[in-house]
């Protein structure tokens, strides 16, 4: 995950994150919310060092692309899907299974900390207890997840030169709120401590809320046991109703000034093209991926392969096989 990109390609600085770091950041989130609430710290990390391990390169423009290429196979491409792919089939690691050697908690973790799944909704995952929430460590990664990557796309941004420290202070009134109490403390400190001081608050703010609203909404829940929180009509893991206003200002400014941006658009439909080229070459010549790897698809179709293939790869491989095969530099 170390060069698979997160929002910001590596190519434009090496100093944005990756999926790598995000997934660090996600981790400290989540495990000293885990801590404050008194649950089980080591499986709350091991679901964060998972939740992304089935990202594609180039992020959630890789994602989109190898959906639709899927699709035309009837299939579909969904990163937490993969990600337990990535760990039931992929990895080789025992001569006598497939997979790793994980606990039925943390595989549920992978695939339904994001989601609701209903009975019937997709049958390979029946054996994952469909139309009951996973554990709270899991439901509590989701959150921890926004919150990391809320805050540091808008630190990425920044440096990336989308938005401004002006821009944020005054047209997201979570931020602004905070950026105007760090001015008068530090106003002589230049904009970029100040921005950073501004994000440090804020992540600090939402984490609170996230342990806050987690904490009320269970005790609220009436339940004795981590069995009944499974049975409970919605999920327990929240944020108090001032931390989800943040999150909700948060995820709509982002999509607005940096998702939609004409630089992210330009740049994904650029891998989207690419990958999806890539799809269409491999798909053709599936000798040229690798003899060990087509060793662990002999009962797969050539779509699969080829998905699971490209799925794998980093962002710099990914760039090595296009300029092998289809000749395109960056």
Request: hydrophobic share 40%; net charge negative; with cysteine.
């Amino acid at each position: 995950m170390e060069d698979k990109t997160q929002v910001f390609s590596a190519q434009r600085s090496d100093h944005f994150r990756t999926r790598l770091t995000h997934t660090l950041e996600v981790a400290m989130v989540a495990r000293t919310a885990a801590a404050t609430l008194g649950l089980d710290e080591e499986f709350t990390e091991a679901l964060s060092l998972a939740h992304d391990l089935g990202h594609p390169p180039y992020a959630h423009a890789g994602e989109s692309e190898l959906h639709r290429q899927m699709q035309r196979f009837g299939e579909i491409y969904d990163h937490n899907f993969h990600a337990l792919r990535v760990v039931e089939v992929l990895e080789r690691r025992y001569a006598m299974f497939p997979g790793l050697n994980l606990t039925f908690e943390l595989r549920e973790g992978i695939v339904k900390h994001s989601r609701h799944i209903q009975p019937g909704q997709y049958p390979w995952l029946e054996e994952y207890a469909p139309g009951e929430h996973p554990a709270l460590e899991a439901q509590l990664i989701d959150l921890a997840d926004e919150i990391a990557y809320n805050t540091a796309d808008l630190d990425d941004a920044r440096d990336a030169g989308i938005l401004s420290w002006e821009q944020c202070r005054e047209e997201l009134p979570c931020f602004g709120a905070i950026a105007r109490r760090v001015e008068q403390q530090f106003g002589g400190a230049p904009i970029r401590e100040q921005f950073v001081e501004t994000l440090r608050a804020l992540l600090d703010a939402q984490a609170t809320g996230l342990i806050e609203g987690t904490r009320d909404a269970a005790l609220a829940s009436g339940a004795a046991r981590s069995e009944d929180l499974r049975r409970l009509p919605g999920r327990v893991a929240t944020y108090t109703p001032q931390a989800a206003e943040a999150n909700r200002q948060l995820k709509q400014f982002l999509r607005e000034k940096v998702y939609l941006s004409p630089r992210i658009r330009a740049e994904r439909a650029h891998c989207e093209s690419r990958i999806a080229s890539l799809f269409a070459y491999l798909l053709d010549n599936p000798e040229a991926i690798s003899i060990h790897f087509r060793e662990y698809h002999t009962d797969s179709p050539r779509h699969r392969l080829v998905c699971d293939y490209i799925a794998g790869m980093t962002d710099g491989f990914f760039r090595m096989a296009c300029q092998r095969y289809l000749g395109e530099g960056d």
